[in-house]
């Protein structure tokens, strides 16, 4: 099994929804946000217009990030989710410079969003329940909501088909524009889309293989 995720050019809006979506589950420090949308203007005036697609830790199956940690903390599991084991972190930053995506953060002092403290939302972490005080200089990334994938074990549930066991990203979007599932089930509904619309990951000359696949707008 390798979890993996599409993204649907032609019916992503650019709404921003995935991108609170996950700042919710995650209650990340402020600055961090483990979801971007990305822009460009592309042509020229009159026909100019502006793309959009959302960014994101692409859990490649070749991670540039996984070689260069010298502590191990960061690693690959066997369903080929890329972590961040913060207890072993040093904050050393060579993961970040391996990264072609850009898409790893650190976690500096300032946690809060507000001047009066946390609130209770951000001490609790999230949904996802981060200890952020203890994850302080260290470097934090997506999760593809691990802590979500993990609630299916035993009850039958089936990530990318029930929403409780989902990422958060991919239940919020209002377009329907994310699919996640196995990548190594060739008929699973997202092996068939990168198939049928010709799929492609970002960076290929990077040769990270990402489990992202973006779907071109027909």
Not at 38 to 51: I, K, N, S, T
Not at 193 to 207: D, M, N, S
Request: proline share 7%; hydrophobic share 30%.
């Amino acid at each position: 099994m390798r979890w993996g995720m599409t993204i649907d050019l032609g019916r992503c809006t650019g709404c921003y929804g995935c991108v609170l979506a996950c700042k919710q589950e995650h209650s990340t420090p402020t600055g961090i946000h483990f979801r971007r949308m990305m822009f460009e203007e592309v042509g020229q005036y009159p026909a100019a217009r502006r793309l959009h697609a959302p960014v994101q830790c692409n859990h490649c199956a070749e991670p540039p990030c996984v070689p260069v940690c010298p502590t191990k903390a960061t690693y690959q599991r066997q369903d080929g989710l890329v972590l961040v084991d913060a207890d072993v972190c040093i904050g050393c930053g060579y993961c970040m410079t391996a990264c072609p995506y850009e898409h790893r953060h650190f976690v500096e002092d300032k946690l809060e969003h507000f001047d009066s403290g946390l609130t209770p939302h951000e001490q609790a972490g999230g949904e996802a329940g981060h200890d952020w005080q203890a994850k302080r200089d260290t470097v934090v990334k997506c999760t593809f909501c691990e802590h979500r994938l993990a609630r299916a074990e035993g009850t039958g549930l089936k990530p990318g088909v029930d929403r409780e066991v989902t990422p958060a990203c991919v239940i919020t979007c209002p377009a329907d524009a994310m699919t996640f599932g196995d990548l190594n089930d060739p008929g699973s509904k997202i092996s068939r889309l990168i198939a049928e619309r010709h799929g492609f990951g970002l960076l290929p000359e990077a040769g990270t293989h990402p489990s992202i696949y973006y779907l071109p707008d027909r």
